[in-house]
């Protein structure tokens, strides 16, 4: 492990890295709705954040609904996951109070709505996936799930769930 | 974090808690059965408690089984939602000897068995949710992920897999 | 929790099970291809490795495709678990060196492509579960979850992620 200064460093130059790039990318994080009932957006643990699942909601509603393949294109469904991850981002951002110690992403499990047959839940996983890469570099780099579900929460084509890294 | 007598204090209350909570709810925790096989259905990792995927299970039987929406109404699934958390405490009973050093509730993964076209998977897994921070209080508020399963074991309308928090 | 150099005694016994094991049952562990794209095989966070979701891959292909039940028999299924534990073995071994500081296994999440009633989706993890166990003896004793999928990354009929614990 690398010693504390340049850990320190290292982690100033991850956090100035995500704002310039979400700046770049013209992503104003939006200001997160806490979930009505008993569950919490994210809880830490040691140096774990969890994130509940994300759905792909902007401004108040779900930029898609439906079955992808049948009813949601896969690009529109690799939208929608990079909007789960925004979504994501935004909880973190308030859990660590503008990325402060964030030193990576370590999983995502993502379900995608899936029609009969559609056996490319990867390629619209991979919509989150890019994103948080572009956004983080190598410390986003991150082991992951794909698997197609019957169905999800509010018709959302995609759910994702996150687990970060804080030091 | 905490001067350490003040998280012993902490932690000695919520046992209280619990202890109080199930009495009051007239929830006789279950003496669990093993699971016959390569699993096991607690496993303690640092400060973590894994619990494997849990069924409403009853006095050796589910409570119900099906689809929900089709076969198995979403107030029945709460029941049965909340039958699983039953199940998973009892296992946590186990695992720590009476709740001793638990400090939370970390992540729910929940599968419900999805009729075509259900999309309530949150309302569902309340079932779950609401009980653990009726229990908990605060500490059991958690993540967790709702996702609507094609099929699961044992025809079982609900799966829940868990992770607790551990000083 | 045992001295330092009980744990390194029992650790170098693990890693020599491990490795005896798998040239009894004449395996060779492959030379795994990483993913193309910006996700990772596996990644390390504290005394966990967590590697992302397997497939049933064999020299470049899937042992198998489809629904289970209807399009792939339980037997079938169940070489394509192990076939996927194989394949996590692979990257754990590469993640660490030839399993150096392994300690055990903490979970599977299993996912089975399922034809509409099939309800034996912890049947077919067996294939998975009995394996490492058989592979790790009492330290490969894990939790799980087993839940049925409408469709798989590929088409699929088994998916499944894993956490390893290191010291």
Known sequence: MLPRFLRCYNQGMLVE????????????????????????????????????GMVPMSE??????????????VEDAQECAKLCAINALAWLNVATDGFEGVSGVLRLNGFIASALGFTDQPKVLNGASDFLVG??????KHTRNAVGAAALPLNAPVIIDFVFEVE
Chains 1, 2, 3 share one sequence.
Do not use: Q
């Open 17 to 52: 890295r995500i704002k310039t790039k979400l700046t770049e990318l013209s992503i104003e994080l939006p200001i997160p709705t806490p979930p009505v009932g008993s569950y919490v957006p994210w809880k830490r643990s040691g140096n774990t954040i969890w994130v509940s």
């Open 135 to 140: 956004v983080f570099g190598e410390a986003g």
């Open 60 to 73: 108040g509603k779900l930029r898609c609904t439906g079955l992808v393949d049948s009813e949601v294109s």
